[in-house]
């Protein structure tokens, strides 16, 4: 099976542009979870969808939106970018939502904003 | 609130010795427990999860970790350190009161010396 892809791999923007970022989960994941990964804050939930419906979100700005499609593939959208908002963002996919189910993440889209 | 703890931020090795890595966690009831590794510029990759049974589960590329509940620890051991395991290992804890997203501690550097 192939693993969770992430597209682009790279951006950089500059304050105030928006971006979207892609995820594809693996075959058969009906769950899609986003977090974000600075130096300083380590690893931060963002948000998790599952069959098109957001399920869970964490404690970022309204700036930061995302959304699923039928194919369970799901994009992140940052508004208005800030200094702040360069990170790594990392998407995750899982088969169900119980506690028990692992989560694979894909390899990241770096973003660098100027 | 579920929180875990990682007590060391980089640790080294010598190629060969033993290895082991600290993670305790805060929540009352039998946690969902994991460990992941990140190699620079990639996503997290699975290692090994703990969900009940027999305390010490064995993982991917000869890693185990143990369960004890009476310490709220589960750390990460390998007999062998190899330099290829040089990487960021996170710990992580199921937040079952929260839609059963991860909560991951701040990670730990493993250096490893030839």
């Known amino acids: 099976k192939a693993g969770v892809t992430q597209t682009p791999r790279y951006l950089i923007k500059t304050r105030g542009q928006q971006v979207t970022l892609s995820c594809s989960p693996i075959s058969g994941h009906r769950s899609v979870s986003w977090y974000q990964q600075t130096p300083g804050q380590g690893l931060q939930f963002l948000f998790e969808?599952?069959?098109?419906?957001?399920?869970n979100k964490g404690n970022f700005p309204g700036r930061f939106s995302g959304r699923q499609f039928s194919n369970s593939r799901s994009e992140m959208n940052v508004s208005t970018l800030e200094l702040g908002d360069s990170a790594l963002y990392l998407c995750?996919?899982?088969?169900?939502?119980?506690?028990?189910?692992?989560?694979?993440f894909g390899p990241g889209t770096r973003l660098l904003v100027l | 609130a579920q929180s875990v703890t990682q007590p060391d931020i980089h640790i080294t090795v010598s190629e060969g010795a033993s290895l082991e890595l600290r993670c305790n966690y805060s929540?009352?009831?039998?946690?969902?427990l994991f460990w992941y590794v990140q190699s620079p510029g990639q996503g997290l990759q699975l290692l090994l999860k703990?969900?009940?049974?027999?305390?010490l589960v064995q993982g991917i590329k000869g890693f185990e970790a143990e369960f004890k509940r009476s310490q709220s620890s589960f750390n990460l051991r390998k007999p062998s350190v190899h330099w290829s395991d040089a990487a960021e290992y996170f710990c992580a804890v199921v937040n079952m009161e929260y839609g059963n997203k991860l909560v991951f501690g701040a990670g730990t550097i493993l250096r490893v010396k030839s």
């Open positions: 929540y009352g009831a039998t946690p969902y």
């Open positions: 995750a996919s899982r088969g169900s939502l119980a506690g028990l189910e692992t989560q694979y």
């Open positions: 969808y599952f069959s098109e419906t957001q399920r």
């Open positions: 703990y969900f009940s049974g027999d305390t």
